[in-house]
Antibody, heavy 119, light 113 residues
Framework: QVQLVQSGAEVKKPGASLKVSCKAS????????INWVRQATGQGLEWMGW????????GYSQRFQGRVTMTADTSRSTAYMELTSLRSDDTGMYYC????????????WGQGTTVTVSS | DIVMAQSPDSLAVSLGERATINCRSS????????????LAWYQQKPGQPPKLLIY???TRESGVPDRFSGSGSGTDFTLTISSLQAEDVAVYYC?????????FGQGTKVEIK
């Protein structure tokens, strides 16, 4: 069955960088776009950006532009989201989710990766 | 960016009664090229990722109970749970996928009265 499995929880200090992975199973990674969505604790959903694993093309939310990089290793069927210059308000749950290549709704979601940024 | 505003922020409904959630977008999410409304609804239960319920404003995702229905067009949309069940307690979000950046509503918490 189609699944996205994310890497485990992370604890980081302010100013550090974070890299979360998202492994696709049950389908070919290049068949769908990968989106990244953040949810601060007790808050709503915030779209961070997306990438097309076929060609590496990305689109980022202005809020994260300059701090976020989304990549993919098709040989490992894995997508990555790197966020730099972490702040305490980056604490939350990070999800990957796929959507069709033409840009449909986010369909299959990963289980989420908890990120805590604290000194 | 398109701003998505949901109402109410929370509602409490008796078991078996109807629950209605509204979502308004700051500009139309209806495409003239495909004649579709690029609006989806998600359900999120505590400790779980969101689950896609409805897309194209009114198309139910496979496996979603038929008590969930979506309607609306242009800038005004509605998610209706026709007969609330205990397992429907959750936060519901609308999402526009018409433009980049994708934007979600702030969420509506549904509880049992």
């Amino acid at each position: 069955q189609v699944q996205l499995v994310q890497s485990g929880a992370e604890v980081k200090k302010p100013g550090a960088s974070l890299k979360v992975s998202c492994k696709a199973s049950g389908y070919t990674l290049t068949s769908y776009t990968i989106n990244w969505v953040r949810q601060a604790t007790g808050q709503g959903l915030e779209w961070m950006g997306w990438m097309n694993p076929n060609n590496g093309k990305t689109g980022y939310s202005q809020r994260f532009q300059g701090r976020v990089t989304m990549t993919a290793d098709t040989s490992r069927s894995t997508a990555y989201m790197e966020l730099t210059s972490l702040r305490s308000d980056d604490t939350g749950m990070y999800y990957c989710a796929n959507s069709s290549l033409w840009g449909g709704p986010m369909d299959v979601w990963g289980q989420g990766t908890t990120v805590t940024v604290s000194s | 960016d398109i701003v998505m505003a949901q109402s109410p922020d929370s509602l409490a409904v008796s078991l078996g009664e109807r629950a209605t959630i509204n979502c308004r977008s700051s500009q139309s999410v209806s495409s003239t090229s495909d004649n579709k409304n690029h609006l989806a609804w998600y359900q999120q239960k505590p400790g779980q990722p969101p689950k896609l319920l409805i897309y194209w404003a009114s198309t139910r995702e496979s496996g979603v109970p038929d008590r969930f229905s979506g309607s609306g067009s242009g800038t005004d949309f509605t998610l209706t749970i026709s007969s609330l069940q205990a397992e429907d307690v959750a936060v519901y979000y609308c999402l526009q996928y018409y433009t980049i950046p994708r934007t979600f509503g702030q969420g509506t918490k549904v509880e049992i009265k």
